[in-house]
T-cell receptor
Framework: GNSVTQMEGPVTLSEEAFLTINCTYTATGYPSLFWYVQYPGEGLQLLLKATKADDKGSNKGFEATYRKETTSFHLEKGSVQVSDSAVYFCALSEDNYGQNFVFGPGTRLSVLP | KAGVTQTPRYLIKTRGQQVTLSCSPISGHRSVSWYQQTPGQGLQFLFEYFSETQRNKGNFPGRFSGRQFSNSRSEMNVSTLELGDSALYLC???????????FGPGTRLTVT
């Protein structure tokens, strides 16, 4: 079945550091890929998405590119802020009605001032 | 447009009781999914409803059930509560199956 793997956390960075959170997936077809973020005490929010190979999703300074050849969708940000501290979830969905969203385990990011 | 709403936000129950959680999706959204989130197991898919029918179900015992009404509102029910059912229960809605999901704030259930 479909699956999503994320790098183990927690990730601790200093403010203004570069962020990469790795995400790879296994899917039978051509899924859409998503990054969700969960701030403390809140539900998940959609951060960005990409629906086909080579698409780049971006939002709030975060970017991720859909790489079909490496089945990856790594999340990057050039300069993190303390307010980016949260848990980040990579997810996929296939539009064939065969399976709903599949989420990765989440990566906790802590940004120190 | 109002977001996904979940009621109640917090709930405390004792073992053996049952509980019903409610989710109102974003207007126009027809698919509703439920997830259980715990520190140990992470985010686990419970079930998905579309057009009042359960379309997918995760690996949870039969004590967990749900339904969807004609206005797309959904409820989930957990019977014979166990301590391990303590979790944040998240509801998500989407326009259609497979589309990006929008999450509610969750219901924090504590079983004592």
């Amino acid at each position: 079945g479909n699956s999503v793997t994320q790098m183990e956390g927690p990730v601790t960075l200093s403010e203004e550091a570069f962020l990469t959170i790795n995400c790879t997936y296994t899917a039978t077809g051509y899924p859409s890929l998503f990054w969700y973020v969960q701030y403390p005490g809140e539900g998940l929010q959609l951060l960005l998405k990409a629906t086909k190979a080579d698409d780049k999703g971006s939002n709030k300074g975060f970017e991720a590119t859909y790489r079909k050849e490496t089945t990856s969708f790594h999340l990057e940000k050039g300069s993190v802020q303390v307010s980016d501290s949260a848990v980040y979830f990579c997810a996929l969905s296939e539009d064939n009605y065969g399976q709903n969203f599949v989420f990765g385990p989440g990566t906790r990011l802590s940004v120190l001032p | 447009k109002a977001g996904v709403t979940q009621t109640p936000r917090y709930l405390i129950k004792t073992r053996g009781q049952q509980v019903t959680l409610s989710c109102s999706p974003i207007s126009g959204h027809r698919s509703v999914s439920w997830y259980q989130q715990t520190p140990g197991q992470g985010l686990q898919f419970l079930f998905e409803y579309f057009s009042e029918t359960q379309r997918n179900k995760g690996n949870f015992p039969g004590r967990f059930s749900g339904r969807q009404f004609s206005n797309s509102r959904s409820e989930m029910n957990v019977s014979t509560l166990e301590l391990g059912d303590s979790a944040l229960y998240l509801c998500a809605s989407s326009v259609n199956r497979g589309h990006e999901q929008y999450f509610g704030p969750g219901t924090r259930l504590t079983v004592t």
